[in-house]
Structures are given as structure tokens and as C-alpha cells.
């Protein structure tokens, strides 16, 4: 299900995504989003509506101090808050010691993150990301509208190519930035 798709633009982040929710065969629009901002960053998620609930309203984002490194940060304070959030409310994994969560997008100090399901922080050297059962296809969106200079514009065709494509996105579509 879903397709969120992040973009870098002049210093913004922009984030999209649709309103599907998707369970087998079934198929529901959902009133609540899939994207959100918090503070200075902005979100969007996959993988699950509890994972988004948690990151959204019971994240306790770190401080970040001014002498460390946004990615470093991202790395170290920021996944460990996720992580403690994501396993106090119930919905991280483990399995044999490794423990895992779900899939999202960070923007956060003009940069965009890619967060997978075993914490890793990804930088998409291309200034564009997307997570979902849609991503290839607005991954290939992105990239063909590179020459378009309006970033809603290019976030709203890859959610449309994706929903076009693929059997788990729907929209309406909500596009933030921060």
C-alpha cells in the first residue's frame, strides 16, 4: 500500500502521498494522513497507519545541538528516538535480535531521509526519494520531470503515474513542505 514520494526543491522539502489504506483485497480511503509536519520536520510514512500514529503524536524528538552534523544527528539522536517511541508504543519487531520498524521519509534542515525498516538513514543523491508499493513508478516520474520547476507539480505526477500503476495507491493526495 501507499506511495509517498519526498522532493528537495530550494531549500524546501516537499512530501506527498496518497489516502490509500490497504489490507489483501480491501481497500479503504483514509481520512487520516500520511504526511504531517512536526516541529521543523516534515514526515511521511508507509508500512503502517500505527507506525505514522506513533511518529506523529507521541515522537519526542531530540535536541539537536549546534556543533553536530544534521546527518549525524539523523544517525545517532533522532533513530534513537524513533526506535524508543516505535518499541514503547507497541509496534517495533524483533526477531532474533534484530529489531526493525517501518518505512518513512524525513525533511529536516532543507535535506531529505529516507528511513528503512532496520533504522538506517539513506541520503537520496538524486534530491528525490520515494517509499511504498508505488515508489518505482514515481521514482521514474521524478526523473523524467526533472525539467519542470514547480516541485508540487512534480510530487503530484509521481503520485498520479503511481496511482495509475499501482493496485495500492489512491488518491485524494496531500503534499506538505517545510
Request: hydrophobic share 35%; proline share 3%.
Amino acid at each position: 500500500m501507499t506511495c509517498i514520494v519526498g522532493l528537495i526543491n530550494n531549500g524546501k522539502v516537499y512530501i506527498g502521498a496518497d489516502s490509500a489504506g490497504v489490507g489483501g483485497y480491501s481497500l479503504t480511503l483514509r481520512a487520516d494522513e500520511k504526511v504531517f509536519v512536526k516541529g521543523e520536520f516534515i514526515m511521511g510514512f508507509t508500512s503502517s497507519f500505527r507506525m505514522g500514529q506513533l511518529l506523529r503524536f507521541k515522537l519526542d524528538i531530540p535536541y539537536h545541538k549546534p556543533d553536530v552534523d544534521t546527518y549525524e544527528y539523523m544517525v545517532t539522536e533522532f533513530i534513537e528516538a524513533v526506535r524508543h517511541c516505535l518499541r514503547n508504543g507497541g509496534f517495533s519487531r524483533n526477531d532474533n535480535g534484530e529489531e526493525s520498524g517501518g518505512k518513512f521519509l524525513v525533511g529536516y534542515k532543507d535535506q531529505l531521509f529516507t528511513i528503512d525498516s532496520d533504522y538506517q538513514v539513506g541520503r537520496p543523491m538524486m534530491g528525490y526519494d520515494a517509499a511504498g508499493c508505488g515508489e518505482d513508478i514515481a521514482k521514474g516520474s521524478l526523473f523524467s520531470t526533472e525539467s519542470i520547476d514547480d516541485p508540487v507539480k512534480r510530487v503530484r505526477e509521481a503520485l498520479k503515474a503511481s496511482e495509475q500503476f499501482s493496485a495500492g495507491v489512491r488518491s485524494p493526495f496531500l503534499i506538505l513542505n517545510n
